[in-house]
Nanobody
Framework: QVQLVESGGGLVQAGGSLRLSCTAS????????VGWFRQAPGKERESVIA????????CYANSVKGRFTISRDNAKKTVYLQMNSLKPEDTAVYYC??????????????WGQGTQVTVSS
């Protein structure tokens, strides 16, 4: 399976922006749908947004619509998550994962380290 590494998290004030990166171990990442997931303390991991092979946005959660944008650069083997107008409720550990064909769920049950996003009020 393709190994993914998340980066770009940090501490930001409400209304601010962050750009997360998800870098793959191999170029074959271009054949897969890739999604961003997040898990807040005491809550279940949830799907946030995903991108298909052509760069189209799929699995767009209502909670982030109009604020988050996903994109990919297959040459750099990287998927990005641009987060604008951040809210305290966006605070979570963010993960990226290969997404199942026809669903918004992860293809594999293994997860990386993730990257912490903390939004202060």
């Amino acid at each position: 399976q393709v190994q993914l590494v998340e980066s770009g998290g940090g501490l930001v004030q409400a209304g601010g922006s962050l750009r997360l990166s998800c870098t793959a171990s191999e170029r074959s990442i271009s054949m897969y749908r890739v999604g961003w997931f997040r898990q807040a303390p005491g809550k279940e991991r949830e799907s946030v947004i995903a991108v298909d092979w052509s760069g189209g946005t799929i699995c767009y959660a209502n909670s982030v619509k109009g604020r988050f944008t996903i994109s990919r650069d297959n040459a750099k083997k990287t998927v990005y998550l641009q987060m604008n107008s951040l809210k305290p409720e966006d605070t979570a550990v963010y993960y990226c994962a290969v997404v199942q064909y026809g669903t918004c769920g992860p293809l594999y049950d293994t997860w990386g380290q993730g990257t912490q996003v903390t939004v202060s009020s």
